[in-house]
């Protein structure tokens, strides 16, 4: 029998699917972005606004009038994952690296420079970048408690925050994690796309479908038991909301299409009898055993379809001099897939999208209007990535 090692260095790198966008259409993404960042500089009184946090309608506009001029192999590139390993590297688009400046602090200060002139020029055009990659995959959103509503989060290493489990953290294992697992609206596909990562820090990949569980104990686990919460990082005002229980795994299409629910961290366990806890246990170890890195080079763009992966972060040591990793990172929906019923009626704990290219009709209500609202927190310095 093959060790937990062994294993895993057959499986990697290999084992990740890997498209490569032709350089044409690497080159044709740049120039668009660049584009409208041109157009949006003409036509807007404070073209700084726009960068605030990217839901600026005529940005929103621009992007979704212009996103089919892209090559059609952009769109077949940003399709979701389509193997077990439910995770893809997009490769590669161009960028250099003295382009964007030193790395942020913080995503604070990511956002914020955005909008002074002598740096919006390339980092914002970045950000529409993202955007239009994710708009060629389905529909960008981003979260009211999340980096202030922003649709482009930045993940950078931050002073102080080293042993969280956060984006922000460097020194600790970023454990395995559904994104947003608590929330009914959580992402069907998470992209990632790097900027920056000298010391090709990895990010990991773990497959429900490519773990071994017995037949009981998908069972166990399929069975509603325990609820996900919000990391800390909301605040507390989630108490206020039932917490209800969710399946683990579940399948919204078929016996072969295992999908996850799964953030342990967040998952009070100890609310389980044993037979639950040693089923959670084992998909837990099973998890690790499957799990995979991408160490991402700048220009390349990882996606994670968020029902079949977790993902998480290996440990590293930060520089905070300007040259760490830096990553955006973009939510995304895509409306043609199918969530279990039982989830719209989940409360989301109050936890609100951003959703400004969700057809009209189905756009959310504005927020505020109701009284279980909660107030937009720093969740940003403490997040997944
Ligand atoms: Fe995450």
Redesign the pocket.
Known sequence: MKSVLSERKTLHPHSIERRELPAAAGRAVRELASEISTTLDVTLDDPAAATRTLTHPLLIEQIDARVGELPAEVRHAMRPPATAAGATIVGRLPLTDNEFGPTPPSWRDAARWSGVPAIRAHSFQFDLVMLLLARSAGEPFGWYGQQDGRLVNNIVPAAGHEHEQS?ASSKTL?SP?T?DAFHPERAHL?MLGCLRNPDLVATTVSSVRRVELSAAQRALLSTPTLPILPDISYGDGHERYSAAPIPTLWSAAGPDEQTLRYDPAYTPIDGADPEFRTAYAHLTAELERVCVTAALAPGEVLLVDNDVAV??RVPFAARYDGTDRWLKRVNIRLPERPRRAEEADENGYGQRIVAPFRAAGALPVERGTHEWDVVPNDRGTL???
């Open positions: 984006g970023l994690h994104e998470l993902h998480g997040e997944h990535s």
